[in-house]
């Protein structure tokens, strides 16, 4: 019955590591997005895909680099790790063609933490 | 750019106390705007939502009134309990790049008995 999962729910790893955040919605949803939340609870997008297109990339590293194999995954993979990535990470998913009434429903967050 | 500024916390609370969180948006164009509820450690839940000027979002004993006069969105809840600690962050939609959910700082809310 979950809407919007993610995996796993805590990972934790060493500087210089590659990891990956699976995300999954089974809601029907056409838009899939990565947000940041960092130590002071502050929550910044970091992503959108719409139909697996790329249409939001805030300012972001290229080490981090969002897959959508299809509309219902937004996996996020994150190249040679460091000490400041560690946040939680929140996927969501809402219905683009509702408009900007559109509510996004969030999963519950993997807190990354690195060494 | 748009931006959402909130009242800074924490804000604590007597069970049964009047609460509001002050929240001011700067946007161009017409933003919808949010009200989203994290409990401790979970994830953000809506909690409710205006999508026009006038227009009052309610849920759970909470209501928060979009006024466009005053770019405001504070949140009001009559009586508070226990159970609504959590930390409540204002947001705003811009349709300019495709529903981007601008977030305020959050705020953290403890209520004791």
């Known amino acids: 019955d979950t809407a919007v999962s993610q995996t796993p729910k805590y990972l934790v790893t060493q500087m210089g590591n590659d990891k990956s955040i699976k995300c999954e919605q089974n809601?029907?949803?056409?838009?899939m997005y990565w947000y940041k939340q960092d130590s002071k609870k502050f929550l910044k997008i970091m992503f959108s895909?719409?139909?697996?297109?790329?249409?939001i990339n805030e300012t972001v590293p290229n080490r981090f680099s969002p897959k959508s194999p299809d509309k219902a995954h937004l996996n996020l993979h994150i190249n040679s790790l460091e000490l400041g990535d560690s946040a939680v990470y929140f996927c969501?998913?809402?219905?683009?063609?509702?408009?900007?009434?559109?509510?996004?429903?969030f999963g519950p967050g993997t807190r990354l933490t690195v060494l | 750019g748009d931006s959402v500024t909130q009242m800074e916390g924490p804000v604590t609370l007597s069970e049964e106390a009047f609460l509001t969180i002050n929240c001011t948006y700067t946007?161009?164009?017409?933003?919808?705007l949010f009200w989203y509820v994290q409990y401790p450690g979970e994830g953000l839940q809506l909690l409710l939502k205006?999508?026009?000027?006038?227009d009052k979002g309610s849920n759970k004993g909470f209501e928060a009134t979009y006024r466009k006069e005053t770019t405001s969105f504070h949140l009001e809840k009559g009586s508070v309990q226990v159970s609504d600690s959590a930390v409540y962050f204002c947001?705003?939609?811009?349709?300019?790049?495709?529903?981007?959910?601008?977030f305020g700082a959050g705020t953290i809310l403890r209520v004791k008995s």
């Open positions: 205006a999508t026009k000027a006038d």
């Open positions: 969501a998913s809402s219905l683009r063609t509702s408009g900007g009434g559109g509510e996004q429903f």
């Open positions: 809601l029907g949803h056409d838009t």
């Open positions: 947001a705003l939609i811009t349709m300019e790049y495709g529903n981007k959910l601008v």
């Open positions: 946007a161009t164009g017409y933003p919808s």
């Open positions: 895909y719409n139909n697996k297109e790329l249409i």
